[in-house]
């Protein structure tokens, strides 16, 4: 059975970077579409990113284009989520999450299947 585990997130001063990583484990993410969503307190879940099966077409939310980047490496059987000039409006849990392909519609939850645990990501003076 698939797991999805996310790691590298932390605290991390307003203007900084972090990368997130997805690790797949169980099954392989080839074939498979890979979102990033958030949560931050008190907030519905927020559709982040997506990464196409192939890695060449990515969609992002308003609120992060331009600072955010997803990647993949198939071979690593991983996921990517770079995460540049981070503002304070960017904390959250960050999760992964496993569908069948990318769409404008990425951001519907109930378009993935597996997710991640999530990984808690700070951004504060």
């Known amino acids: 059975q698939l797991q999805l585990v996310e790691s590298g997130g932390g605290l991390v001063q307003p203007g900084g970077s972090l990368s997130l990583s997805c690790a797949a484990s169980?099954?392989?993410?080839?074939?498979?579409?890979i979102g990033w969503f958030r949560q931050a307190p008190g907030k519905e879940r927020e559709g982040v990113s997506c990464?196409?099966?192939?890695?060449?077409?990515?969609y992002y939310a308003d609120s992060v284009k331009g600072r955010f980047t997803v990647s993949r490496d198939n071979a690593k059987n991983t996921v990517y989520l770079r995460m540049n000039s981070l503002k304070p409006e960017d904390t959250a849990v960050y999760y992964c999450?496993?569908?069948?392909?990318?769409?404008?519609?990425?951001?519907?939850?109930?378009?993935?299947?597996?997710w991640g645990q999530g990984i808690q990501v700070t951004v504060s003076s």
């Open positions: 169980g099954e392989t993410l080839a074939g498979y579409a």
């Open positions: 990464i196409s099966v192939s890695g060449i077409t990515t």
């Open positions: 999450a496993r569908t069948s392909s990318c769409s404008t519609y990425y951001y519907e939850s109930k378009r993935y299947d597996y």
